[in-house]
């Protein structure tokens, strides 16, 4: 079995930062790519950043030069610089992972920027 359980979440005022951690658990013989996505009500889910396993990256265009992915494949985890939050930032978090050839999400953290 493989957990992936994110935190970090929480209120934070425009102009605010927040890192978000996951760390993937369990039976794992190997981590491809990991990745964090947002969501909010009535929206589909969207991709804000991704990593893969030698460090390659890739963000949504509304996070670049703000956030930041990275990722210690010594514990498995990978976290989200949040910097210069805004508003519309805010939303539900969950972090993906690819493990042995699987997809496993996290539950889900909040992420709540005040105006």
């Known amino acids: 079995q493989v957990q992936v359980v994110e935190s970090g979440g929480g209120l934070v005022q425009a102009g605010g930062s927040l890192r978000l951690s996951c760390a993937a658990s369990?039976?794992?013989?190997?981590?491809?790519?990991m990745g964090w996505y947002r969501q909010t009500p009535g929206k589909q889910r969207e991709l804000v950043a991704a990593?893969?396993?030698?460090?390659?990256?890739n963000y949504a265009e509304s996070v670049k030069g703000r956030f930041t992915i990275s990722r210690d494949n010594a514990k498995n985890t990978v976290y989200l610089q949040m910097n210069s939050l805004r508003p519309e930032d805010t939303a539900v978090y969950y972090c993906?992972?690819?493990?042995?050839?699987?997809?496993?999400w996290g539950q889900g953290t909040q992420v709540t920027v005040s105006s």
């Open positions: 990593i893969s396993s030698v460090g390659n990256t």
């Open positions: 369990g039976s794992i013989r190997s981590i491809n790519s």
């Open positions: 993906k992972a690819v493990v042995n050839g699987y997809i496993y």
